[in-house]
């Protein structure tokens, strides 16, 4: 059983930034692709953005693409999300996932087996 643990949100101006990190523990951090998804109010989960067990194959909705940047330090069990050049609609819950598919192939039909609490980005105009 795999624990996440998010924090780094936080209110912040239009055009501003915030980095996000997420802690696991209970696994072999290194087998996992890590993703972060966002939820905003009334709206359904989507995804944001994901990488390989080593970091070298990132994935970015289109959304955020050129704007977030996903990372991992696999020594640390660590992954990150810088978020850049934010806007209002990036208002969300943010969470941190782990797939025990450490390859990604397709990142549509990746499933995600491990989920964190979440954390608060709020995002004023």
């Known amino acids: 059983q795999v624990h996440l643990v998010e924090s780094g949100g936080g209110m912040v101006q239009a055009g501003g930034s915030l980095r996000l990190s997420c802690v696991a523990s209970?696994?072999?951090?290194?087998?996992?692709?890590m993703g972060w998804f966002r939820q905003a109010p009334g709206k359904e989960r989507e995804f944001v953005a994901a990488?390989?067990?080593?970091?070298?194959?990132?994935f970015y909705s289109d959304s955020v693409k050129g704007r977030f940047i996903i990372s991992r330090h696999n020594a640390e069990n660590m992954v990150y999300l810088q978020l850049n050049n934010l806007k209002p609609e990036d208002t969300a819950v943010y969470y941190c996932?782990?797939?025990?598919?450490?390859?990604?192939?397709?990142?549509?039909?990746?499933?995600?087996?491990?989920w964190g609490q979440g954390t608060q980005v709020t995002v004023s105009s």
């Open positions: 990488l390989n067990w080593s970091g070298g194959s990132t």
């Open positions: 209970g696994g072999t951090f290194s087998r996992y692709s």
């Open positions: 996932a782990a797939s025990e598919v450490g390859h990604i192939v397709d990142i549509a039909t990746l499933e995600f087996n491990y």
